[in-house]
Structures are given as C-alpha cells and as structure tokens.
C-alpha cells in the first residue's frame, strides 16, 4: 500500500511540474545523443491501437486518491464486432476514455472498414481534410490547418514512410503519406491524437495519426471473411472488380493465433478536364509600350508580341506592318496600354483528358503469442503494390513562350483577358505515357511484458523495418502546328468553369500539317528505408503510473532522375520525319488528335534509350534527385495520474520528451556543365513539454485542457543544394536552402464534450498554435547568366524560349527557395462535434456532424509566413440509420474554398493558386441474410454521387488554373463471414 501510494504522489508530483515547462522550455540539446538503447515510444493511447487492452468502454466512476488502486490492465484482444453504430460508440469511448484529445474511427469488423480508402475513412474527423487526386480519390490528409507534412503518419505506432509521388502532378518529397496504397480491409482503427503526449513519435505539429492493423485476437477463434465488389466508374464506363479475403485462427486455450489476408482491385482511371499550367502577362518592348527605352509589362510576363506582323500570321493582318503601341491600341479598341501590358491568358490553355488503369493488391500476416496473462508477443507483416497505367491528352494553346498577336482583345477589371482573337496562332499536342509502380514492405515485432511483486511494471518493446520502392516512367511526344499558315484562336473567357478555346483549323487532322516540337524520355526512381526500435517502461496501473523510454528511428531517402530526351529526339526525328508524322497520327476521342505512342516507341530505339537514361537533377514530375537520411534518437519521461476533485475526476498526464535529429543531405548539382554531388549535414535537438488534464465536471461532461511545445522537421527536399528548371522555358528555377531550421509550435486546446448516452455526445475544442521557422517561397528574378548553368547546358526548347526573351544576359529566371519567415504563423480554430442517435424518432436512426473554423494571422517583420491547402471551414454531415439487417448510410463532406500556394506563382507577385469550395456527397447501404450461413452482406456504395468536380483558379476566380470531372463511381458487393 506504502508503494501504491508513493508511485501515485511521484506521478502526481511529476505531471504538474512538467506542467510548468509547457511553452518555456526553449534549450536546445546540440550535444550528441547516446545511440545504444534508443528507440521509439508509444503513447497510452497508441498502446490501445495494438491490441494491448480491452475493448474501450464507457468509463464510469473514477477513483480518488484514497480508493484501492485500480489493477494492472491485463493483456486483451480489441473486439470490434458488430454494426456502424457500434464503431461509433467504440469512438465515442475512445474519446471519453481519453487524457489527450483524440478522434478515432473503428472498423464495423475485420475487413469491414466504414470507408474504401483511409484517407476517406479519416475525412468524417473534425479538423481532418483531405487532398484529392483527379479522380476524386483522398490520397493524402492536413489537420487543424496545416499541410499534410505537418502531420505524422505512424502504423502499429511505428513512422511510416512511402516512396510514391501523391496525386497527378504532385511531388511528395517532404514527409506526406499516401494513404491510398494501404487497403482499408485490413485496418482496425485509426486514431488522431491532436494533442500531445511525451511518450507519442515527435515529428506532426498538427497531430499524429496512428493506423492500426488486424491481429488474429481481435476476433478470437477461427474465421474466415470474403469481400468481393464490382466497381463502375461513370466516365470510363466500365466495371471493375475489387475483392478481399482474410482468414484468422487461435488455438483453444488462446495462446497462439495467426491472421493472413488478401486484397486486390482494379480501377478506372478517366478524368476529363481543363489545364492552364499557370498564366502569363506579355512581355511588351519599348515600342509597343511607347517609351524610350524598357518595358511597361510587369516582371515574370512570358507572352512575347512580334514587333512586325510575320507573314502567314492570319486574321487578315498584313505582314511586316510594325506592331507598336498604336498598332495595339488600334486593334484592341477601348483599352490602355496599361491593361494590355497587365492582360492574363493561360500560359498553356488546353483541354485534356486521362484514360487508364490502377490496379492495387497487397497481403498480410500478423501473429500473436501469449503464453500467460503476463507476456504478448506480436509479429505484424504488410506488403502492398500499385500499379497506374494511363496516357494523359493535352492539346496546348501556346502562350508561354509564344507570339500570339491580340486583335479584339478585352480584360475585366484585374486585366484578365475576356475575350479576343488571337493571330499568329501555335498549338501543340503533348501526349504523355505514365507508367507508375509503387511497392511498400513493412514488419514490426514486439510485445508487452508484465512483471512486478504485484505486476506493477509494464514493458513495451517493438522495433520495425520498412522499405518502399517506386518507378515513374512518363515519356512525352509533343507535335506542333507549323507558324505562317495562318492559324487563330478565338478566345472567350466569359462564364464558365474554363475558357472556351477554338480554331480556325481542325486540330483533329492528322494531315494538318503538324511538326516535331520535342519528346521527351524521363523516368524517376524512389527508395526509402525506416527501421528503429522503441522500448516503455511503466510503473504503476493504467491510471496513475510514471512511464519512461527511448526510441531510434533510422529514415532515408533516396530519388533519382534520369533523362534521355536529348538522344531520343534525335532518334526519333531521324525515324520519322515530318512528312512520315501523319502516319504515326489518328483522330482522337476528344476533338483533336492522338499519336500512337507503342510504334514510335518501337521505331526509334526507344527501350535502349530508356535503359541507359543517364542521371539529371530534376524529375518530370519536378522532384529533385537527392539522398536524405535522418538518424533520430529519442528519449521521454512521462507521468499520469487520477484524482479525486470536489468529488468528481481528475485525469493528468504530462512529460517531456527530448529528440536529437542528425540529418544528412546530399544531390547532383550543375557546376559548369558537369553534375557533381554536393553534400551538407545538420543536428539539433529540442525538449518538447506536453500536458493534458481531462476533468469529469459532471458525470457526463468533460473539461479539457492541453499545452504542448512540438516540432516538424523541415522539407528536407527544399534543403538539397542544386538549382532546377521546373518548366520546359527555362522562366522558373529552384534552389535549395540548405540552412532551413525546424518549425516549433507552442500549443493550447481548451473543450470539452457532454456524453449523452450510447454513442452520442456533443463535443467543442479550440486550439491554438504558435509557430516559428515557418517556410515560404522567397523569390527573386535573376538573369540566367547569373544562375551559374552554362547555357549550352540547356535543351534547344529551353535555349529558344531564353533568346525570344532576350538571350541570357537579359532573360530573366524566376528563382524560388525556401527561407524561414522572420515572422510567427498564429493559427487558432475551433472544432464542433456532434454524434446523436435518434431512436425517439424511429429505432436505428442517428446521425453525426462536425464542423471546423480555422483563421491564421503573421505576427512580426519580414516575409509572412503562411500556411497554405486548408479551407477556413469544413463540415461534414451522416445520416444513418440500420434495423432489421438493413443499413443506410448518407455522408456529405464540404471544404470552403482556400489558398493552394503561395505568392509569386509564375513570377507574377500577386499569383496565388486557390481551390474552390467543394462538397461530396456518399452513399453507403447494405443488407445482411443473417438466416444463411456465412451470413452474407449485400452492399452497395456511391462515391461523389452529384458528380462535384475539382477545380483550381489563379488568384481571380475567372482565371481557371485546373478543372476535372472525376464524375461518380457505384461499387455493388458481397461480404460474409465464416
């Protein structure tokens, strides 16, 4: 009793000590950490997700100081059976259950996930939204008002880390996860802890989400589940085939167990759109200004205007006659020169299309030994691959770099172009292959012990190896239309979700007349590597113990891209000349033409070619090639506590954890002319408080309170020290900075909920964060002689767009590299949840709801930090009901409009890309013959059933910068059990 008692006053005494470092605690530990014994903790939430405890439950009475002491939780299973309504009131316990702030969403049973995809399944928590690709798929997910790198993606409580690339067009070289590789059948339970705790991974200032695989105890005894669904895609039309099957066994006197799984699937991947790869100004002469000397355009304009009428230009313009200012002002009647310096037009504006493939499987294995209520061991495997093949369909107005002559032209009040009619008029064709492969292997043994007089110790151990890998080929073939044939456009941008584009000439003519513009060959590879291992300490019971442990997380990185452009343009071009092209060229789907990839391919020595692509610095989906690796030792102490308080409960927990990081940092660099590797190493280390205390005001209302210090490492791509071309023009280049410094966050929530019985409860939490060494683009425009890269360096595109604009000496490069904003980001929100079932009304009806405010604001000089991809507010809304068998389930999900990037986008210092306001609406329903045996499940779901498309505009709202329709998608299916 005299041990009981001394372990609840030092845990009493530790957690409101460490509630004075919250927030102050600034030292930095620059000095070397020790490397033999550190590993990676787990928190008392995510000890939960492994299956370490019982099934959450209700919590009723607390006990007080001078109670008996509540005994050791004993080993347990995680036994989610049942309904929809009964994952939520699992979630529901979870959260009462809970010190810190956390929202979980629970698998219905094994292989029963409430949602196809992780992401999607996770975009119905407060403060959680997702980003989509352009098929409406979530691929990755942003809390509480941060980007995706900002939050830390663990599975089984270990850091997961996967080599792919994200959505089209996207990048991932920080620290996002896709979470599309990872098929929801064979998770449990996925937890977003928002608040923090000194035993939880370091790494995710906006939260840490913890994915949870099945395990053979979670559902005792011998089981077999099939899942088997026919997916119809409204824009491909065709019907794909998705299926699962997991089979679990224990042995009678539950010591042993074993659980394999299965899943594959195949989907369409057809979008239909708009693109405009940014917009441009023009880029006027002192002529056509009318001045002296210099230019009246604003700095970053691309769009060059001829100075003569060249012939063949069209629109009945007269070749040679000088185009000067009064030229322009005669021809586009009732504008300035200032508003047609200033006119936006697409820098490429093109219809496109996609058409293709994805097809996903992976396999698992988990294992379980316990010999006795007091040792568990565990053996977790998971292996999943993905393969996208799919051609993407561009036909391309060229502004960038063009020499469209405006005639009619007219601009609204912030000079976008409304309407006109473009002469000397370019197009071309960019057809591009993408051949994508991503595999992800991960295994992670452990186990609890329990040891002690009274078994009052705990031990948690784990370690973890991860390895993924990733091929992205996407070859590109790009045809032209000849100059001087006298080819217009005729441009209306007056409504609508994009502008209207059309020709003089039939674009869908392979006999037009068309030209080689270029191809290129340009494969990426990706690898990464995670492996640690992590040991807690626990003494005393699950509610007042003091804990302490160490953690080594081992995490590289490796991107290399290759090109053979060069090479396979002169193969290809010597193959097939251009008066062969129209054999190799066919009318296409979507009113102009395609190119028929395979035998080009073949007639031009392509699969050589691409064998032997040599090493470059830049990707074609703009990632950098680069070798990271971070080594991170981690240490915490931590203590929990419950309390009597004026007759009610009082739950504490605080702690401190301290994590040294030693980064390495290395990448190919153009230094004149020839690609040397450059390589550059960093430490730091950082104590980082945390405090939460959860107060039972009333027997159904808890008032919470949470203060933390956390930190997110930096972009560790934006650090490579190498400056890259990120546009076919050579106009915009970046470098990294090899001196970023991580962000720290100084963190306060105050809510609380009031549990209203089963799952229902109404919950309110507000939060803010403080943040420091926020990056954002700094941008400068530099003229390219100045870069450092010798100019025959470049690619005859690249040499051709720098002369139109001057040649080097006078062609300007806009430069972008990360820096830390001088000033402080305050980010402050609030999150409203709402869960009722409404049996009053008709027995099986309920419905959830949620809805999330967030408002930022720079605080002190210099370059404003901002943080951008997060709508302002968001709701989400379910209306279920399920009797009799039978469940319906209607969600709708909707994201205000918000900010995608940051300033100086195409070196205009006011563009900004922005997302528009979106909503989805989802269909989920079944039916169970529970008479039959395997007790079959029919079920039926409708994703994005209104068909809500994704755009994106460029800082006006008429300035479309992307448009696709995903349309909708109806899977019918089948799901039992042995």
């Given at each position: 009793?005299?041990?009981?008692?001394?372990?609840?006053v030092l845990?009493?005494?530790?957690?409101?000590?460490?509630?004075?470092?919250?927030?102050?605690?600034?030292?930095?530990?620059q000095?070397?950490?020790?490397?033999s014994?550190?590993?990676?903790?787990?928190?008392?939430?995510?000890?939960n997700?492994?299956?370490?405890t019982t099934?959450?439950?209700?919590?009723?009475?607390?006990?007080?100081p001078?109670d008996?002491?509540?005994?050791?939780?004993q080993?347990?299973a995680?036994n989610v059976?049942g309904?929809?309504?009964?994952?939520?009131?699992f979630?529901?316990?979870?959260?009462?259950?809970s010190t810190?702030?956390i929202?979980?969403?629970?698998a219905?049973d094994?292989?029963?996930?409430?949602?196809t995809?992780?992401?999607?399944?996770l975009?119905?928590?407060?403060g959680?939204?997702i980003?989509?690709?352009?098929?409406g798929?979530g691929?990755?997910?942003?809390?509480?008002g941060?980007?995706?790198d900002?939050?830390?993606?663990?599975?089984?409580?270990?850091?997961a880390?996967?080599?792919s690339s994200?959505t089209?067009?996207s990048?991932?070289q920080n620290?996002e996860?896709?979470?599309?590789?990872?098929?929801t059948?064979?998770?449990?339970?996925?937890?977003?802890n928002?608040?923090?705790?000194?035993s939880?991974?370091e790494g995710?200032?906006?939260?840490?989400?913890d994915?949870?695989t099945?395990?053979?105890?979670d559902?005792?005894?011998t089981?077999l589940?099939?899942?088997?669904q026919?997916?119809?895609s409204?824009?491909?039309?065709?019907?794909k085939p998705?299926g699962?099957l997991?089979g679990?066994?224990?042995n009678?006197?539950?010591?042993?167990?074993?659980l394999i799984?299965?899943?594959?699937?195949?989907s369409?991947?057809?979008v239909?759109g708009f693109e405009s790869?940014?917009w441009?100004?023009?880029?006027l002469?002192a002529?056509?200004?009318?001045?002296a000397?210099?230019?009246?355009?604003?700095?970053g304009?691309?769009?060059?205007?001829?100075?003569?009428?060249p012939?063949?230009a069209?629109?009945?313009?007269?070749a040679g006659?000088?185009?000067?200012?009064?030229?322009?002002?005669a021809?586009?009647p009732?504008?300035?020169?200032?508003?047609?310096a200033n006119a936006?037009i697409?820098?490429?504006?093109?219809?496109?299309?996609?058409d293709?493939?994805?097809?996903?499987?992976?396999?698992?294995m988990?294992?379980?030994?316990?010999?006795?209520?007091?040792?568990?061991?565990?053996?977790?495997?998971?292996?999943?691959?993905?393969?996208?093949?799919?051609?993407?369909?561009?036909?391309?107005l060229v502004?960038?770099?063009?020499q469209?002559?405006p005639?009619?032209?007219q601009?609204?009040?912030?000079n976008?172009?409304?309407?006109?009619?473009?002469?000397?008029?370019?197009?071309f064709?960019e057809?591009?292959?993408?051949d994508?492969?991503?595999?992800f292997?991960n295994?992670n043994?452990?186990g609890t012990l329990l040891?002690?007089?009274?078994d009052?110790?705990?031990?948690?151990f784990q370690g973890?190896?991860?390895r993924?890998?990733?091929?992205?080929?996407?070859?590109?073939?790009?045809?032209?239309t000849?100059?001087?044939q006298?080819?217009?456009?005729?441009?209306?941008?007056t409504g609508g979700n994009?502008?209207?584009?059309?020709?003089?000439v039939?674009?869908?003519?392979?006999n037009?007349?068309?030209?080689?513009y270029?191809?290129?060959?340009?494969?990426?590879?990706?690898v990464?590597?995670?492996?640690g291992f992590?040991?807690?300490l626990?003494?005393g019971?699950?509610?007042?113990?003091?804990?302490?442990?160490?953690?080594?997380d081992?995490?590289?990185r490796?991107i290399n891209a290759y090109d053979?452009?060069?090479?396979?343009?002169?193969?290809?071009?010597?193959?097939?000349?251009?008066s062969?092209?129209?054999?190799?060229l066919?009318a296409?789907?979507n009113?102009?033409?395609t190119?028929?990839f395979a035998?080009?391919?073949?007639i031009?020595n392509y699969?050589y070619?691409?064998?032997?692509?040599?090493?470059?610095?830049?990707?074609?989906?703009?990632?950098?090639?680069?070798d990271?690796?971070?080594?991170t030792?981690?240490w915490?102490i931590?203590?929990?506590?419950k309390?009597?308080?004026?007759?009610?409960?009082?739950r504490?927990?605080?702690?401190?954890?301290?994590?040294y990081?030693?980064?390495?940092?290395s990448g190919p660099?153009?230094i004149?002319?020839q690609?040397?590797?450059?390589?550059?190493s960093?430490n730091?280390?950082?104590?980082?408080p945390?405090?939460?205390?959860a107060?039972?005001?009333?027997?159904?209302?808890?008032?919470?309170l949470?203060?933390?210090?956390?930190m997110?490492?930096?972009?560790?791509?934006a650090?490579?020290p190498s400056t890259?071309f990120?546009d076919?023009?050579?106009?915009?280049?970046?470098q990294g900075?090899?001196?970023?410094?991580?962000?720290?966050?100084?963190n306060?929530d105050?809510?609380?909920?009031?549990y209203t019985?089963?799952?229902?409860y109404?919950?309110?939490d507000?939060?803010?964060?403080?943040?420091?060494?926020f990056?954002v683009?700094?941008?400068n425009?530099?003229?390219?002689?100045q870069?450092g890269?010798?100019?025959?360096?470049?690619?005859?595109?690249?040499?051709a767009?720098?002369?139109l604009?001057?040649?080097?000496?006078?062609?300007e490069?806009?430069?972008?590299?990360?820096?830390?904003?001088d000033?402080?980001?305050?980010i402050k929100?609030?999150?409203?949840?709402?869960?009722?079932?409404?049996?009053?009304i008709?027995?099986?009806?309920?419905?959830?709801?949620?809805?999330t405010?967030?408002?930022q604001?720079n605080i002190?000089?210099?370059?404003?930090?901002?943080?951008?991809?997060?709508s302002?507010?968001?709701?989400?809304?379910?209306t279920?009901?399920?009797?009799?068998?039978?469940?319906?389930?209607?969600?709708?999900?909707?994201?205000a409009a918000?900010?995608?990037?940051?300033?100086n986008?195409?070196g205009l210092?006011y563009?900004?890309?922005?997302t528009d306001?979106?909503?989805?609406?989802?269909?989920?329903?079944?039916?169970?013959f529970?008479?039959?045996?395997?007790?079959?499940?029919?079920?039926?779901?409708?994703?994005?059933?209104?068909?809500?498309a994704?755009?994106?505009?460029f800082?006006?709202?008429?300035a479309?910068?992307?448009?696709?329709?995903p349309?909708?998608?109806?899977?019918?299916?089948?799901?039992g059990?042995?």
């Amino acid at each position: 009793m005299q041990i009981q008692c001394a372990r609840k006053v030092l845990a009493h005494a530790l957690s409101l000590a460490l509630l004075g470092m919250v927030g102050t605690a600034q030292a930095e530990d620059q000095a070397q950490a020790q490397t033999s014994t550190q590993a990676q903790s787990s928190s008392p939430t995510q000890a939960n997700t492994q299956g370490n405890t019982t099934t959450p439950a209700a919590s009723g009475t607390a006990q007080g100081p001078s109670d008996q002491p509540a005994p050791v939780k004993q080993l347990g299973a995680v036994n989610v059976s049942g309904s929809f309504r009964s994952s939520l009131q699992f979630s529901t316990d979870a959260k009462r259950d809970s010190t810190n702030v956390i929202d979980t969403v629970f698998a219905e049973d094994i292989g029963k996930f409430p949602a196809t995809n992780i992401a999607e399944a996770l975009a119905r928590v407060p403060g959680v939204q997702i980003s989509r690709d352009v098929t409406g798929e979530g691929v990755n997910i942003q809390v509480r008002g941060l980007g995706t790198d900002f939050t830390k993606i663990l599975l089984n409580g270990n850091q997961a880390a996967i080599a792919s690339s994200g959505t089209l067009d996207s990048q991932n070289q920080n620290r996002e996860v896709d979470l599309n590789l990872l098929p929801t059948e064979f998770f449990t339970q996925l937890t977003v802890n928002k608040t923090a705790e000194a035993s939880q991974t370091e790494g995710g200032i906006a939260g840490v989400v913890d994915m949870r695989t099945a395990r053979p105890f979670d559902n005792p005894g011998t089981h077999l589940t099939y899942s088997a669904q026919a997916s119809y895609s409204s824009l491909g039309g065709d019907t794909k085939p998705r299926g699962a099957l997991i089979g679990s066994w224990t042995n009678a006197d539950n010591t042993f167990g074993a659980l394999i799984g299965l899943t594959g699937s195949r989907s369409d991947y057809d979008v239909k759109g708009f693109e405009s790869v940014g917009w441009t100004t023009p880029h006027l002469s002192a002529a056509q200004c009318g001045i002296a000397s210099g230019s009246c355009s604003p700095a970053g304009g691309s769009w060059v205007i001829p100075s003569t009428v060249p012939a063949g230009a069209g629109a009945g313009l007269v070749a040679g006659t000088p185009i000067n200012n009064a030229w322009l002002l005669a021809n586009n009647p009732g504008l300035s020169t200032g508003q047609i310096a200033n006119a936006l037009i697409p820098r490429l504006g093109r219809p496109m299309y996609i058409d293709g493939t994805n097809d996903h499987q992976a396999g698992m294995m988990s294992f379980e030994f316990r010999p006795s209520t007091e040792a568990h061991f565990y053996l977790d495997t998971l292996f999943s691959k993905k393969e996208q093949d799919f051609n993407r369909y561009d036909m391309n107005l060229v502004g960038r770099s063009g020499q469209m002559i405006p005639t009619n032209m007219q601009v609204d009040s912030n000079n976008v172009v409304t309407q006109a009619t473009f002469a000397n008029a370019q197009y071309f064709l960019e057809q591009r292959q993408y051949d994508e492969h991503v595999k992800f292997f991960n295994i992670n043994p452990g186990g609890t012990l329990l040891f002690g007089t009274n078994d009052e110790f705990k031990l948690d151990f784990q370690g973890y190896v991860q390895r993924s890998w990733y091929l992205n080929e996407q070859p590109s073939i790009l045809v032209q239309t000849p100059m001087g044939q006298g080819t217009t456009a005729n441009y209306s941008n007056t409504g609508g979700n994009f502008p209207s584009i059309t020709s003089n000439v039939d674009l869908n003519n392979p006999n037009l007349g068309w030209q080689w513009y270029r191809v290129n060959l340009q494969k990426e590879r990706r690898v990464t590597d995670n492996r640690g291992f992590s040991q807690d300490l626990q003494w005393g019971d699950d509610s007042n113990n003091i804990k302490g442990g160490i953690a080594f997380d081992d995490i590289s990185r490796q991107i290399n891209a290759y090109d053979n452009s060069a090479a396979w343009q002169k193969s290809i071009e010597s193959a097939v000349p251009a008066s062969s092209l129209p054999q190799y060229l066919s009318a296409g789907p979507n009113g102009f033409i395609t190119a028929n990839f395979a035998a080009l391919q073949a007639i031009s020595n392509y699969d050589y070619l691409n064998a032997t692509a040599p090493l470059t610095t830049s990707a074609a989906t703009g990632a950098n090639s680069s070798d990271i690796s971070e080594r991170t030792w981690a240490w915490f102490i931590e203590g929990n506590g419950k309390y009597d308080l004026w007759g009610n409960d009082l739950r504490v927990n605080g702690g401190v954890r301290h994590a040294y990081t030693n980064q390495n940092i290395s990448g190919p660099s153009s230094i004149n002319g020839q690609l040397q590797n450059i390589s550059l190493s960093n430490n730091y280390g950082y104590y980082l408080p945390s405090f939460n205390l959860a107060y039972n005001a009333a027997e159904d209302i808890i008032v919470r309170l949470a203060a933390s210090r956390s930190m997110t490492r930096p972009d560790p791509s934006a650090m490579v020290p190498s400056t890259n071309f990120s546009d076919p023009a050579a106009e915009i280049a970046s470098q990294g900075n090899p001196n970023l410094k991580p962000y720290l966050s100084t963190n306060l929530d105050f809510g609380g909920e009031w549990y209203t019985g089963g799952e229902g409860y109404v919950g309110l939490d507000l939060f803010g964060k403080r943040i420091t060494g926020f990056t954002v683009n700094g941008t400068n425009l530099i003229p390219f002689n100045q870069l450092g890269i010798p100019f025959a360096t470049l690619n005859a595109t690249q040499q051709a767009a720098i002369n139109l604009r001057g040649g080097p000496s006078a062609a300007e490069v806009e430069v972008t590299q990360q820096v830390n904003a001088d000033g402080t980001l305050f980010i402050k929100g609030a999150e409203a949840n709402w869960v009722q079932p409404l049996d009053f009304i008709t027995k099986g009806l309920g419905v959830t709801a949620n809805w999330t405010v967030v408002s930022q604001k720079n605080i002190g000089s210099g370059v404003p930090a901002q943080a951008i991809g997060i709508s302002p507010h968001t709701y989400n809304v379910t209306t279920y009901w399920e009797n009799y068998g039978a469940m319906v389930r209607l969600s709708y999900v909707w994201n205000a409009a918000q900010i995608s990037s940051s300033a100086n986008q195409n070196g205009l210092p006011y563009g900004q890309i922005r997302t528009d306001a979106r909503g989805q609406l989802d269909l989920s329903a079944s039916y169970q013959f529970a008479q039959w045996k395997s007790k079959p499940t029919i079920t039926l779901n409708a994703i994005n059933m209104t068909k809500a498309a994704l755009r994106t505009t460029f800082t006006y709202d008429n300035a479309a910068y992307t448009y696709y329709t995903p349309g909708y998608t109806i899977m019918l299916g089948i799901r039992g059990t042995f």
